[in-house]
């Protein structure tokens, strides 16, 4: 009997360690950060969180770090759309055994077609993108599986009973993801989504600029601007009201209008600058609000991030600065969000984007020019094709962009 009593404890002990990757999470919270529900999950998130667009541009060790600082301050809540594989490999060693402390937004919908990242809805490439992202993490859930970029309500009609939403519900269904979301730029086809009653998240872009932008009008053409409304557009605030009575948790992407736009006034949209601080203020004063997140590419600028946390009330406060809003009259366009791959040449587009934007704001330096002679492929080699603009959310004319920074950088 002894014996069998102390097979039946290893057997206990092998079955625990088995089950070591879906731990429960860990509920301490810190108490230098504010904590939020997340909506109908129960989940309980730091009000800023981390997004991926930093862990490109770093190595694995700058990634432990960073990863390892974030979750110490507090900051739980991840979000990984971008299915390159050095992020991803990067997130998931940064993680290494501290996955249980992390809430994960991974979206469905995307995955690396061996040079670049690519949106799809083919399921078979869903699954290997999405089978990555688990691989990479050394995880076998995510707590939440984003439906990746609806911002098409044809598209959206036309998804209902097809083989990618029944994939993300069997997702769902066996455990894969915790919960369903979707990520979106386009607030009618967020509040179309949010009604149908499938999700309990969405990832939506939202800033004092955008939230002014006549629903249907591009946020980021530069006539919008000229238009701009004298308060949030209806749509949008039937949006935040409906996720708020319906505990739909809103996280938010483009917090600073899309890279630091918002606090430059020379390129803000509403030409004048905002701080970081009054960026965070905005979009968590919405009770819909559970999460602002923001791209950090070292564990040194975690700091200044979380400098909210102890912010005055006077540091805060957004109202004086956006009653002084005027529109923007010049530039403003490419987010670098990298929704226009993959180009056809090969371009990473978004990337030249950021480097002519530097160019052009800074000066041409002899590091930008090397950062742009280093990259695969360059501006010279765009065909005019096309196929980036049907992808960019923002209506950026890439093939002019592609044009004027050949004649920058030279190629």
């Known amino acids: 009997m002894k014996k069998l009593a102390l097979l039946a404890f290893a057997v206990t002990l092998v079955m625990a360690g088995c089950g070591n990757k879906q731990e429960k999470q860990q509920t301490k919270e810190n108490p230098d950060m504010e904590y939020r529900t997340l909506g109908s999950t129960g989940l309980r998130v730091g009000v800023i969180g981390l997004g991926c667009g930093g862990f490109d541009e770093i190595d694995s060790t700058a990634s432990r770090q960073l990863v390892t600082y974030a ?8 979000d990984i ?3 390159n594989p050095k992020v991803r490999s990067n997130i998931g060693y940064g993680l290494g055994k501290r996955r249980n402390e992390a809430i994960i937004q991974g979206h469905i919908g995307c995955w690396w077609n061996g040079d670049s990242y690519e949106r799809t809805r083919d399921v078979e490439k869903c699954k290997i993108g999405f089978e990555d992202l688990l691989t990479r993490l050394n995880t076998d859930y995510i707590d939440i599986g984003m439906m990746h970029i609806m911002d098409n309500m044809e598209e959206w009609q036309q998804l209902q009973g097809s083989p990618y939403l029944q994939y993300v519900q069997d997702l769902k269904k066996q455990g894969k993801i915790k919960h369903i979301g979707v990520s979106s730029h386009n607030a009618e086809v967020a509040l179309a989504i949010a009604k149908s009653g499938l999700v309990e998240v969405i990832m939506f872009s939202l800033n004092p ?4 932008v006549q629903s249907g009008k591009n946020p980021w053409d530069n006539k919008t ?23 739909i948790a809103i996280t938010v992407m483009k917090t600073f209008g899309g890279g630091d736009r918002l606090l430059d006034a020379e390129h803000s949209p509403l030409k004048t600058a905002l701080t970081r601080d009054q960026c965070f203020a905005y979009v968590l004063s919405k009770p819909c609000v559970k999460v602002a997140l923001c791209s950090i590419d070292s564990a040194d600028k975690v700091d200044e991030y979380l400098h909210y946390l102890k912010a005055t009330d006077a540091e805060k406060d957004y109202n004086s600065v956006l009653n002084r809003q005027t529109a923007q009259t010049d530039k403003g366009n490419c987010t670098y969000c990298n929704h226009c791959a993959p180009c056809s040449a090969g371009i990473p587009i978004a990337k030249v984007n950021e480097l002519l934007d530097k160019a052009e704001t800074e000066g ?23 196929a980036c603009l049907s992808r960019c959310p923002f209506g950026v004319d890439v093939p002019s962009r592609m044009d004027a920074a050949k004649s920058k950088f030279g190629h």
């Open 81 to 83: 759309y971008d299915a």
């Open 71 to 78: 979750l110490d301050h507090g900051m739980n809540y991840m």
């Open 209 to 212: 600029a955008f939230d002014r």
């Open 364 to 386: 041409l330096t002899a590091e930008l020019q090397a950062q742009y002679d280093a990259l695969p492929h360059h501006a010279g080699e765009c065909t005019h094709c096309g």
């Open 225 to 247: 601007f000229e238009e701009m409304l004298p308060g949030i557009d209806p749509v949008r605030v039937e949006l935040y009201d409906y996720c708020a009575q319906h505990e």
